[in-house]
Nanobody
Framework: QVQLIESGGGLVQAGGSLRLSCAAS????????MAWFRQGPGQEREFLAA????????YYASSVKGRFTISRDSAESTVYLQMDSLKPEDTAVYFC??????????????????WGQGTQVTVSS
């Protein structure tokens, strides 16, 4: 099993920034992808960004590219999501996820094997 603990959510004004953290522990894999998703009230879970651990390559949803940045601290097995220029429509619960093994880059939530409990981000106008 893999445990994922998100932190860093909170209330911020529009135009502000937040950095989310996701600490991973438990079972390890030779190759995996860590990603961030979010889910607003009454909405489907939306892919934001992902990082392939072995290559450090990243990919983003077009809706957040240029505003959000995914990065990692290998020593701490932690992935971050730096969110800048936040908008009220970014309000959601943000989730960290892990997909084990190699595979083509994916943005589908169902392709990810492990999930954190989520952290709330609220952007006020």
């Amino acid at each position: 099993q893999v445990q994922l603990i998100e932190s860093g959510g909170g209330l911020v004004q529009a135009g502000g920034s937040l950095r989310l953290s996701c600490a991973a522990s438990g079972r390890t894999f030779s190759s995996y992808t860590m990603a961030w998703f979010r889910q607003g009230p009454g909405q489907e879970r939306e892919f934001l960004a992902a990082l392939r651990w072995s290559s450090d390559s990243t990919y983003y949803a077009s809706s957040v590219k240029g505003r959000f940045t995914i990065s990692r601290d290998s020593a701490e097995s932690t992935v971050y999501l730096q969110m800048d220029s936040l908008k009220p429509e970014d309000t959601a619960v943000y989730f960290c996820a892990v997909r084990s093994g190699l595979g083509l880059p994916t943005t589908r939530a169902t392709d990810f094997d492990y999930w954190g409990q989520g952290t709330q981000v609220t952007v006020s106008s």
